[in-house]
């Protein structure tokens, strides 16, 4: 079955301290993995693709497929960077449907 | 460019009654998919549309229905409304669909409530 497993709903970290928001996915073959975030009162959007190997906004995030994970990380979190996050797969087939996580609240304190 | 635009914003339902959202794709964008958002359960696919026919739909009773125009505008009908339903309906659209490259742009919504 494809599943993505985002473990934490909160993660609170203080501005500056590095931030690592877990997610772990369950596909047979190459995934195409997506990191999406919601900002309050915001629309959801994207924040990176695996596929890229983009940097967007200070935050990386690397596909380790050995462990099945697509982690997000940021090494200095900011105040700005409080929202949800959702890891995203898209799921096999030549389809546009996600399978996103749970989603986790990153709060950063001043 | 205009993005995503869903209407209405907000709902208020009663149990047993139908109800239809729209979503208007930024233009150009040729597929349309939409997604059911719960505190509970996240963000869940209900289906996807490109060029007016259904490609792919997601594990919802039959009461849940979609479909695309020819200008690519979408929307989903959902009949027998049921408390559960209560949920917040996001629209996304993308120039085509099962494209890994392809952004999906959201809309902000339709927040439905059912009493």
């Known amino acids: 079955a494809q599943r993505v497993t985002q473990p934490e709903k909160l993660l609170s970290v203080f501005k500056g301290a590095p931030v690592e928001l877990k997610c772990n996915y369950s596909y047979s073959g190459s995934p195409e993995l997506f990191w999406y975030v919601q900002y309050s009162r915001q629309r959801l959007q994207l924040l990176l693709r695996h596929i890229s190997r983009e940097s967007i906004k200070g935050f990386t995030a690397d596909l380790n497929k050995g462990e099945t994970s697509f982690h997000l990380k940021k090494p200095f979190a900011q105040e700005e960077d409080s929202a949800m996050y959702y890891c995203?797969?898209?799921?096999?087939?030549?389809?546009?449907?996600?399978?996103f996580g749970q989603g986790t609240t990153l709060q950063v304190k001043p | 460019k205009a993005g995503v635009t869903q209407t209405p914003r907000y709902l208020i339902k009663t149990r047993g009654q139908q109800v239809t959202l729209s979503c208007s794709p930024i233009?150009?964008?040729?597929?349309v998919s939409w997604y059911q958002q719960t505190p509970g359960q996240g963000l869940q696919f209900l289906f996807e549309?490109?060029?007016?026919?259904?490609?792919n739909k997601g594990n919802f009773p039959g009461r849940f229905s979609g479909r695309q125009f020819s200008n690519s505008r979408s929307e989903m009908n959902v009949s027998t409304l049921e408390l559960g339903d209560s949920a917040l309906y996001l629209c996304?659209?993308?120039?085509?669909?099962?494209?890994?490259?392809?952004?999906?742009?959201f809309g902000s919504g339709t927040q439905l409530s059912v009493l």
């Open positions: 996304a659209s993308s120039l085509t669909p099962g494209q890994g490259y392809e952004k999906l742009f």
């Open positions: 549309y490109f060029s007016e026919t259904q490609r």
């Open positions: 995203a797969l898209l799921s096999s087939g030549n389809t546009g449907k996600l399978i």
């Open positions: 233009s150009g964008h040729r597929s």
